[in-house]
């Protein structure tokens, strides 16, 4: 596909290089016409664009400012070149919806500073990364500034002279370009986040100055065989679910480029459908990235991400409004648009803007769904699943994922899981350590504790085996593998969403098997995880299973040992020197439970051990010189033995609300858990909820959802036929 | 006033006995028609009422349960006799509304019930308060539900034979008031919030059942001589300025039955003008109240207080409502109506939803406004001063505390303060140590470690000398002093607002002077605290200054060591116990700087000493074996000198948002804090901020406001002559 794609391109190129007309990177006249008709159809458009002129003009009082680099993120004139890159763009966008020249005329002078700046330019002064920029400490951000710098020079295209167009290009747009193409390569060349900026604004700025020697480096990559490129990236860097490798915080990120340069290519070339590319791919990542927020528009913070980034950023009102354009009418995006409340001067935004005007209180709330995501760019590469319950107000989610390592910024959390619950993360992803673009935090870098800490897997929900992180923590041993689903079953009605997935290879000598369950209980108000999580081994370990979880301390059904007058940490290295130790109970019975307060809702996991374990409640921030990690709290399982059963069950209950000072159902509703059977073959396990019995079979080895099983579970007395890899059964009655 | 009042009572009483006709208690028979014939007026009226109906219905279909009193507070018994005499009030209500027999009907069920269970009980077995309960844990809640019950009784009172008011008023109420009155006299005769609950408990059931000796006692005390009961307590627990002396947490507990008693009264003996009693002393309370809000509706949590309670709480929806029947428009109340967004069923509740509706885009903002208030039934008991700047969303308080001790729920935290800035508590008081009705969390019974830690003076923003309490902890002394405020001065236009407080008995060999200062800069963004806290003794102390702020460390101007490996508390007792130490610095500069990101905004305190201090970076959590304190930072200056002068400044500066990723002035502008002159009578100082000089002279003795000083300040060279206590000068211009 990439490669016909490729020799219609440049037959097209070779035939549009005399007949360009601009603007067309971002809108053509037409569109630019379309809109300008209706800035008045809504109140939300009209906002929008009295945002855009009202800060625009006002920026455009202050004087010019064009600095030599020398700050790092955070600092002036990163933040100088940044504000200009944006102000540019919506300068330009102001002259094409006015027609007044005094847009188009300050856009010329800030470009011929630039023009006069780029050349002179060597590495950055505060440059660490192994990509360092010229503008900016980073490349990456020289490319962000070449995608919305080569969109505003497409907007006053025409107002220039041919001379001003060629001093522009080869002293603003040509040394940036060069020295990604010539001196960067491999970089520009990579399929990753960061060559996605790259190549859209290499090929954006190709599209504004007419260069389409840049345009098919932008798409095929420097040497133009196609390995490399926008066609490879829209190949390699998602499955064909649309799962974005590097996870949902970073297609935030990427689908910005993305969408720009796709977008820009549709004016181009719009015989080729580029939105149609792959069966709509980036159609498909847009809606996954969706799909993995919690209700208040917050990604999922797995991998390197940070928590505040939800989807009323910038990037995905761009986003939104190119794929209405693109793909039609979506009700799913309707809320997203409305939290948003601004949508881009582009046509998608002028149709969602009344799509909202025509759909006042419908559409309020993002339509959830339960679905498994494969990654990888052939869809072999395991995946997440997001099961969820109650898909309004207080939307249950549980995450369980078993990517590949997802890049530079991938974690050591195979087999993690993530609860969300009534709005509110309960059981946590930590993210990254960073405080983005403030100066004194490191210049905005991702902070050492995202390695030392965030990255480890005593971090995540998982299984830390002998205090080793996944794959010894090293990242290129971790990109060779991943776990693989065994099975999955969503009931019909969605009351029983089970995922079960195995990895072989984060430790030489343990295997680890976890199934997770999202159970709508008959009678019970919120559903129940289950979590079956076993080892395997031929030696002895000490396994570690943390609870991350978000609240106060309630109750527990053990005693034990706080730490009072000195605390130490929990160990020496792999994110252990990170945890301080509140409280230890050892060798407890093997039936533990612990209740906790998140927000408004009481949470109890209840966990049956194979043995006794110790527990420890750590809280986070040992060895945090700079006071760059949250104090958050953590519940950790610990047992030494060679397979290892964990049975845990996470209950919401009941609620709390301290402005009426009432609570309810403040304790849990679990009373029991057995482990039935335990073998190679099946795990049966008994649940003793509200006083009735949830009883959980599941095979072991044989996933198939036809298969017939027949068990005989001797402490019930009784033999179980079913098909399909799991059997539920709750107060007597087969849940499906 | 009392005793005039009393002989008029005293004179109705015995009219009114034989002509008395019911519902009088909360609505009399007219409004209750009224209201019934506005019930769709407007939205909010409505769905009050429409709420009220479903509510009591749903409820109504689950059998009458009036169960032995057995838990403590979050269990299952008090939960359900708390939710019974709510219920009897709304089913009142509805009957009162709809005329429909069901609801009277079903009040009287449960009335009968307790008739039969209440003549049984002996003190709860959960009783570990010195005023214990009998259908509650403590005393106070049975006034709760006699408050509720009393009313109810009396929307029923004509349902009823005269056979069955009996059999109710000598089963239900009668052992209740017998042991309020009988067994813990003096509990009923405190000048204090329980018995206020307890004297409108049994005062509204005296209406309520036309028994006389009741309300005698109730409005006079237990022996009928005034020096207890309402009218003392509206004489006694507010100052003239209407500042309630347990503080703003508990004067939104005390109002609701201060109002529904008053309202009682009102309807009993109009002509006594009880909502005029002592120049409108309720209205004040309320407004007092009110006032002490941060602009999200919740009130300051200094003494015992739980932060997360607003002016949302039904205290609050029931006193504004009443209010507004009692003084009329009033067009504060209306944004507080609209974060209620419900109603009391009753007239004043029916006249706030009218005019809501008549004043839709309007009064939307709480009218914050800066003052000082008294403290003490004389106004000479110190009190508590508000400095306020940016009245709308972004608005900054600087609470500054002198008050007396504030019963049992007061802490030793004399001098100090809290800021709020930008919806945001910035530097906090912890507040109480609590989970109010939480079953775990010891019944929701105050905690150990609002004693242990919440209530000492290490936990506020005052100094605390040679880590012992003010007033050594003990209530008793602190209940006897009180500091005084030595002058306030708000310029004209509130650019300049000044309070300074003297304390004196704190510590026997210590005085305590602190002068804050809220100056709004021409030029710069945000108001500037300037803090001046000046210690005097004989002999040399160790003084700790902290800053308990909320927020992410990002710089210091000073190298510290961090605690890495280990941590160990910062003392042994006065809740220095419970803090444990992250980082230390030794002898630093005297001039210290430490900046912090709040949610948006960054915050520098620079602080400059008379030497070189040590500084603490703590972290509350340590001896916390049933974790239930929170793990809130502090910033704490120590220095070990004689006369103490610590000169702070709290900036607030730029912003920081995450979802654009745009950090803006994130550090300070403070350069330089200079002292040019400490003695018995001046003390000058310079600050230097955006390279301008801020000049500040106060007088340490003479703070009439006419009172005109003449001061060279040598380092400067010059002579200023101003009036009044300070001089403030910036960039070469007096401040006004």
């Not at 799509?355 to 339509?367: C, E, G, R």
């Not at 559903?527 to 979880?549: A, G, M």
């Not at 605390?567 to 509140?582: C, F, P, R, S």
Request: aromatic share 12%; with cysteine.
């Amino acid at each position: 596909m990439k490669k016909l794609f490729a020799i219609v391109v440049c037959c097209l190129l070779a035939y549009a290089v005399h007949a360009q007309v601009h603007p067309l990177a971002f809108n053509n006249a037409t569109e630019f016409k379309y809109v300008q008709a209706n800035l008045k159809q809504t109140a939300l458009i009209g906002q929008s664009y009295n945002n855009l002129k009202i800060t625009t003009d006002r920026r455009m009082l202050e004087s010019i400012d064009v600095p030599v680099p020398k700050d790092a993120a955070g600092g002036y004139t990163h933040d100088q070149h940044k504000a200009n890159y944006l102000l540019m763009f919506d300068a330009g966008l102001m002259y094409q919806l006015t027609g007044e020249k005094k847009y188009a005329s300050f856009v010329k002078k800030i470009f011929l500073e630039y023009a006069k700046l780029n050349p002179t330019l060597k590495n950055h002064p505060q440059a660490t990364s192994s990509a360092p920029g010229r503008l900016f400490w980073q490349a990456l951000n020289d490319a962000n500034w070449l995608v919305y710098a080569g969109l505003a020079f497409d907007c006053i295209h025409d107002f220039l002279t041919p001379t001003e167009r060629i001093q522009i290009a080869d002293g603003a747009f040509k040394p940036i370009v060069d020295y990604f193409i010539n001196e960067k390569p491999d970089w520009f060349n990579l399929i990753h986040n960061h060559a996605v900026w790259a190549c859209a604004g290499v090929g954006i700025v190709g599209i504004a100055t007419d260069n389409d020697n840049y345009v098919q480096m932008a798409l095929m990559g420097s040497k133009k065989d196609g390995k490399a490129g926008f066609l490879a990236q829209l190949d390699g860097l998602f499955s064909p679910d649309g799962f974005y490798n590097e996870g949902p915080y970073y297609t935030r990120y990427a689908v910005l480029p993305f969408f720009l340069f796709a977008n820009a290519i549709s004016h181009k070339y719009p015989a080729q459908k580029i939105f149609q590319y792959r069966n709509q791919i980036l159609k498909k990542a847009l809606d996954v990235a969706l799909q993995q927020t919690n209700i208040n528009g917050n990604f999922f913070s797995y991998n390197d991400a940070l928590k505040q980034k939800n989807y009323t950023s910038n990037e995905l009102v761009v986003a939104v409004d190119i794929a209405w354009n693109a793909y039609g009418f979506d009700s799913s995006y309707l809320p997203v648009a409305r939290s948003q409340n601004r949508i881009i001067l582009y046509k998608g935004g002028i149709g969602i803007a009344q799509a909202l005007s025509n759909n006042k209180n419908k559409f309020l709330i993002y339509p959830y769904q339960s679905a498994s995501y494969t990654d990888g760019a052939d869809g072999k590469s395991g995946g997440v699943s997001v099961l969820r319950a109650n898909p309004k107000n207080q939307l249950t989610t549980l995450v369980f994922k078993y990517t590949s390592h997802g890049l530079s910024h991938g974690h050591y959390d195979k087999l993690n899981i993530q609860l969300f619950d009534n709005g509110n993360e309960v059981i946590q992803d930590y993210g990254a350590v960073r405080y983005i673009n403030i100066e004194q935090k490191w210049g905005g870098r991702y902070l050492p504790e995202t390695n030392s800490y965030a990255q480890q897997t005593i971090a995540h929900n998982t299984i830390t085996v002998d205090e080793i992180s996944h794959f010894k923590g090293v990242e290129k041993t971790s990109e060779m593998y991943h776990p693989n689903q065994l099975f999955k079953y969503f009931s019909p009605t969605n009351k029983v969403q089970v995922v079960s997935a195995l990895d072989e290879h984060a430790y030489a000598n343990v295997k680890l098997f976890r199934t997770v369950y999202l159970i709508q209980l008959p009678g019970v108000e919120k559903p129940l995880t289950l979590d079956i999580f076993k080892t395997k081994s031929d030696s002895i370990h000490q396994y570690d299973l943390p609870f991350n979880y978000l609240g106060v301390p309630m109750k527990t059904n053990f005693t034990y040992t706080p730490a009072l007058e000195e605390q130490k940490t929990l160990g020496k290295k792999n994110g252990y020197q990170h945890l301080w130790v509140e409280a230890t109970a050892k060798q407890v019975s093997p039936f533990t439970q612990f209740t906790f307060l998140n927000d408004s809702t009481f949470y109890t996991v209840s966990s049956l051990s194979s043995d006794t374990p110790d527990v420890y409640f750590t809280r986070i921030g040992a060895n945090d010189p700079n006071f760059n990690l949250r104090h958050d709290p953590s519940y950790i399982l610990r047992t030494t033995s060679q397979n290892q059963t964990f049975v845990n069950t996470i209950e919401p209950h009941g609620n709390f609300n301290p402005v009426t000072e009432i609570a309810h159902h403040s304790t849990t509703a679990v009373s029991a858990i057995e482990r039935l059977m335990d073998d190679e073959n099946y795990t049966a396990v008994m649940v003793t909820i509200q006083e009735k019995k949830l009883l959980v079979i599941q095979s072991n080895k044989l996933f198939d959802a036809t298969f017939k099983h027949e068990v005989s579970i001797n402490p019930l007395g009784k033999t179980i036929r079913w098909q399909g890899p799991v059997y539920i059964e709750f107060d007597h009655t087969t849940l499906k």
